[in-house]
């Protein structure tokens, strides 16, 4: 040391800042965005596709990173979040005649997933992969049996991505959802529009049990199976009450006619089908089993059965007029 110089100090070492939880999500539809919306109140950056510029305004007002995308015809190298993701959320539906548009794209996918940050992905499955098992109960180590075209595909689609997902070492999820109802998408609103039912609504009049979860139960399954790592789990994401859905109509019009009866200008006959006697569809009776969600994941339901869920819906009514 030079007489008279006092020895400069090392400099505290920096700390690396932590990576910045950033979903992507393939599909910012209703899951999608209502996933979005709750993340990126909690901090995530969180980026995703749709299918029109219009969409895509409406995201990016949310504060998203949006593109607009299909996968039957766009490639992966434009999507430049997707590579800074931590996080995947696929919500994009196999297509007839030619199944998961992504998994099409094989090597340009396992390129990019490959070469990112990516920790967690979760495929949004259905419960149609069981097929038509008697009204038997269903768990995730049930026979899988799928009938229709779309429910073969979706089962195809499930194994490619936990293919993937092997391949990479990555943490994978398969949630098999049922049907999907929240704010903007239930027999309240449907009731609310006065809007026909569809023909392939009509045609899951005769069934005897229909799985169902609420928006808000998914995201909650999304968020607790984020904290397991390295796992590769299909779980079934449905409630409780597998009811028929004539029963839920006839609530939701019960709770309508007690607090918004001018809502309801004409009845909606959910239990005709209206369609020729010629027409039939594919069996499909189960009762779907959430133990696995419940005791695996931990997760205690929001909306056990469909009156809590409709009677929140209708509260957030009353609370947005």
């Given at each position: 040391m030079i007489p008279g110089i006092a020895p400069k100090l090392a400099a505290p070492p920096v700390a690396s800042a932590p990576q910045p939880r950033h979903m992507f999500v393939f599909g910012a539809g209703f899951v999608g965005r209502y996933v979005s919306e709750r993340l990126l109140a909690q901090g995530w950056q969180v980026s995703g596709t749709c299918t029109s510029a219009t969409k895509k305004r409406e995201l990016e007002m949310l504060g998203m990173t949006a593109s607009?995308?299909?996968a039957t015809e766009s490639n992966l190298e434009n999507i430049h979040s997707l590579q800074q993701a931590t996080h995947l959320l696929i919500s994009i539906p196999p297509i007839p005649g030619i199944g998961d548009p992504l998994l099409n794209l094989n090597e340009d996918l396992r390129r990019t997933l490959s070469h990112g940050n990516l920790e967690w992905l979760c495929y949004l499955s259905s419960t149609s992969v069981y097929g038509d098992?008697?009204?038997?109960?269903?768990d995730e180590d049930h026979t899988v049996n799928p009938k229709s075209e779309s429910a073969k595909l979706r089962?195809?689609?499930?194994?490619?991505?936990?293919?993937?997902?092997d391949d990479l070492n990555l943490s994978a999820f398969i949630f098999r959802l049922g049907g999907i109802y929240g704010p903007g998408r239930s027999a309240l609103d449907t009731l609310a529009k006065s809007k026909s039912l569809s023909q392939r609504q009509k045609l899951r009049e005769s069934k005897q049990y229909t799985a169902r979860i609420h928006v808000a139960d998914i995201y909650q399954a999304i968020l607790a199976s984020m904290s397991i790592r390295c796992a590769r789990k299909i779980l079934n994401v449905v409630d409780d009450d597998p009811a028929p859905r004539a029963e839920v109509f006839a609530f939701a019009r019960s709770l309508m006619q007690r607090r918004y009866p001018d809502l309801i200008t004409k009845t909606i006959d959910v239990k005709s089908t209206g369609l020729d006697y010629k027409e039939s569809i594919i069996p499909a009776e189960k009762q779907v089993s959430n133990a696995r969600l419940k005791q695996g994941l931990g997760v205690k339901l929001l909306h056990p059965t469909y009156r809590s869920g409709l009677q929140s819906i209708l509260d957030s009514w009353q609370l947005e007029s």
């Open positions: 607009v995308f299909d098992c008697g009204g038997a109960l269903v089962f195809k689609a499930e194994k490619g991505w936990l293919d993937l997902m």
